[in-house]
């Protein structure tokens, strides 16, 4: 027999789960633990988690902030948000869709990869199909896409140790040549 451990987290991530109708196996899947985890957690059967990563995915598929959990604590360094990342968080409140609908509409095997996007642990893809898709989902114009992909792309060149500056007019003209390419399509 398991000892029971209550939390108020356990009944926090229990409530969310059947408000949402999440199934536990795509929750456990989205925040990248086994299912058997989940159930424990909501059963009290151990103690909630403390790990930051964890809780930081759990909170992101929730929509809150971390701290909603006690077990919380802040991380030493901070998380960097994009740009892109808060207009995405934007465009689903216009539309008025969840986090867990948006999870929703990717394949199983990516939606991890989005939460940790979402929650500034990745960063965005540069890869424009992705960004389309999501584009698609969120309801952003070809336009509104293309200017996420354009400044994800300058940002790789850059932190790559590519001389941004030095190669501006190289780097533009393969814009415009991409450009000319998605619009093609």
Avoid at 50 to 72: D, K, N, Q, S, W
Wanted: proline residues 4%; glycine residues 4%.
């Amino acid at each position: 027999m398991k000892e029971t451990i209550t939390t108020q987290s356990s009944k926090i991530l229990s409530e969310f789960l059947e408000k949402s109708g999440l199934h536990k196996k795509d929750f456990a899947q989205m925040i990248g633990v086994t299912l058997s985890y989940v159930y424990n957690l909501i059963d009290n059967t151990i103690p909630f988690s403390t790990r930051g990563t964890t809780l930081e995915r759990i909170a992101t598929v929730m929509e809150v902030e971390p701290e909603t959990f006690e077990e919380y604590r802040l991380p030493q360094e901070p998380i960097m948000i994009d740009e892109t990342v808060e207009k995405i968080k934007s465009a689903l409140k216009k539309k008025k869709m969840s986090m867990v609908d948006f999870l929703k509409s990717f394949p199983r095997t990516k939606r991890l990869d989005v939460v940790d996007m979402m929650r500034g642990a990745l960063p965005v893809p540069v890869d424009y199909k992705e960004l389309s898709f999501m584009g698609d989902v969120i309801g952003l114009s070809k336009d509104e896409v293309f200017n996420i992909w354009e400044n994800r792309f300058r940002q790789v060149l850059s932190n790559s140790g590519m001389n941004v500056y030095s190669n501006m007019d190289m780097i533009n003209e393969m814009i415009e040549c991409a450009k000319k390419y998605t619009k093609s399509k």
